[in-house]
């Protein structure tokens, strides 16, 4: 497999991923329109969710610099990182993002920002301490195809779906509760009754499962997105050794980042929680993660992103 023959796969599957996620939305949409017999709630839990979603978007990249306690970097503090990143910028074709460090032991970095002009990238003290400048390279170009592939844009999408699903589950299931003379199939004649009663069945289990189906098609989508900046942080590269070596020691580091957070966890190169302790060993000794962590996590397995680098050809 190439390399472009690997990015153009991700992509096809990320999209595809997104395509599931808006027949989900929709189908939710028609079967609570259908039982509340009003689609102006729906445009009501979609205005709120996206409002709330665009707010956190703009804001992402002080958010998370915040949150880290990140400073920026300049040309005459540390020259030779910022013309690390400066050449590999040139190379994308990107304007020159805003540079950041995070005072922290642990190896990692991450990239944020709502579109090109307004990226940030962010790499901590231990990245550049525990990492040779070929590793580096690969996390800064892996962070920067993040950008150029405008994940924070598909992410936010995502993002927007995912909430807009969980306000239509809570406030069918709060109706019910509430004041369910309001939700058609309950009160009224018992033709009525019983014509709706399948449908609201349907409306109260997709209420518990549509919330979960959503967050997981969510993390689907940002696993693929880190196989595609790490493929096409290879085209900027042209040395996938320099990004697997980095995937070793970053993983294999086993203290979290000081500053780690639930919120910002999706945004790192790898897991800012320390070690990945997913990583089970079978009883042939050979390692790899169990398929239940893999659903549930937010980035691959580390396995399976070497392993993917390792099958490209230059």
Not at 26 to 33: A, C, K, N, P
Not at 167 to 194: C, H, K, N, Y
Not at 242 to 256: F, T
Not at 286 to 299: D, M, N, Q, V, Y
């Amino acid at each position: 497999m190439t390399l472009y023959t690997n990015k153009s796969r991700n992509i096809r599957k990320t999209w595809l991923l997104m395509a599931v996620f808006f027949g989900i939305v929709i189908g939710i949409g028609f079967i609570f329109s259908r039982i509340y017999g009003n689609p102006s709630i729906l445009y009501l839990a979609v205005f709120l969710s996206i409002i709330m979603n665009i707010i956190s978007y703009w804001f992402s990249d002080k958010i998370a610099l915040a949150l880290h306690k990140a400073q920026p970097v300049e040309l005459k503090s540390n020259p030779e990182l910022y013309r690390v990143l400066e050449n590999l910028t040139i190379a994308a074709g990107l304007p020159m993002p805003k540079f950041y460090l995070i005072n922290d032991p642990a190896p990692n970095a991450f990239a944020t920002g709502r579109n090109y002009k307004n990226s940030v990238i962010c790499v901590t003290s231990g990245l550049l301490e525990k990492l040779d400048r070929s590793e580096i390279e690969g996390v800064l170009a892996h962070e920067l195809s993040h950008i150029g592939n405008r994940d924070m844009l598909v992410s936010t999408v995502a993002v927007v779906l995912v909430g807009f699903v969980s306000i239509l589950s809570d406030m069918f299931m709060r109706s019910l509760w509430l004041a369910p003379s309001r939700v058609e199939g309950f009160g009224g004649r018992d033709d009525d009754r019983r014509s709706n009663g399948l449908v609201i069945l349907i409306g109260i289990a997709l209420s518990i499962l549509a919330p979960i189906f959503a967050s997981l098609i969510h993390l689907a989508i940002s696993r693929k997105r880190e196989f595609l900046a790490d493929a096409s942080g290879v085209l900027l590269t042209r040395y996938p050794e320099g990004l697997v070596s980095a995937l070793k020691k970053i993983s294999a580091y086993g203290r979290p980042i000081r500053t780690a957070t639930n919120a910002t966890a999706h945004l790192f190169f790898e897991n800012p929680f320390g070690a990945d302790k997913r990583v089970k060993e079978d009883e042939n000794g050979e390692r790899g993660t169990p398929w239940l962590a893999k659903i549930f996590s937010t980035h691959p397995p580390i396995e399976d992103r070497i392993n993917a680098l390792q099958g490209l050809k230059v």
